[in-house]
Nanobody
Framework: QVRLVESGGGSVQAGGSLRLSCAAS????????IGWFRQTPGKEREAVSC????????YNADFVKGRFTISRDNAKKTVYLQINGLQPEDTAVYYC???????????????????WGQGTQVTVSA
């Protein structure tokens, strides 16, 4: 059974940092891409940072602006999102997701990701 378990969220003040982790298990074969998305109430889920496994190509949303870094530990089957310079507008539930179905050129399309974690809340106060 595929599982994605996020951790590392919390409440911080503006300017602070967090490192989110996503532990993946249950995959019987390699997946094509893994990434982080976020969502706030009333808004669509949006891609934050994603990476394609085959060539390491990454996608970073414009709002990342060098503040977020996605990385992987293959041995631990864990993907991380280091977030620095957090701002109140970064407040959201952050989800880890995997595209295990097909190769895609568009890493930021949420509908291409078929497995999702339960999410971890990030709250940033001014």
């Amino acid at each position: 059974q595929v599982r994605l378990v996020e951790s590392g969220g919390g409440s911080v003040q503006a300017g602070g940092s967090l490192r989110l982790s996503c532990a993946a298990s249950g995959f019987t074969s390699d997946y094509y891409a893994i990434g982080w998305f976020r969502q706030t109430p009333g808004k669509e889920r949006e891609a934050v940072s994603c990476v394609r496994i085959s060539d390491g190509k990454t996608y970073n949303a414009d709002f990342v602006k060098g503040r977020f870094t996605i990385s992987r530990d293959n041995a631990k089957k864990t993907v991380y999102l280091q977030i620095n310079g957090l701002q109140p507008e970064d407040t959201a539930v952050y989800y880890c997701a995997v595209n295990s179905q097909y190769y895609s050129d568009y890493l930021f399309l949420a509908y291409e990701y078929d497995d999702w974690g339960q999410g971890t809340q990030v709250t940033v106060s001014a």
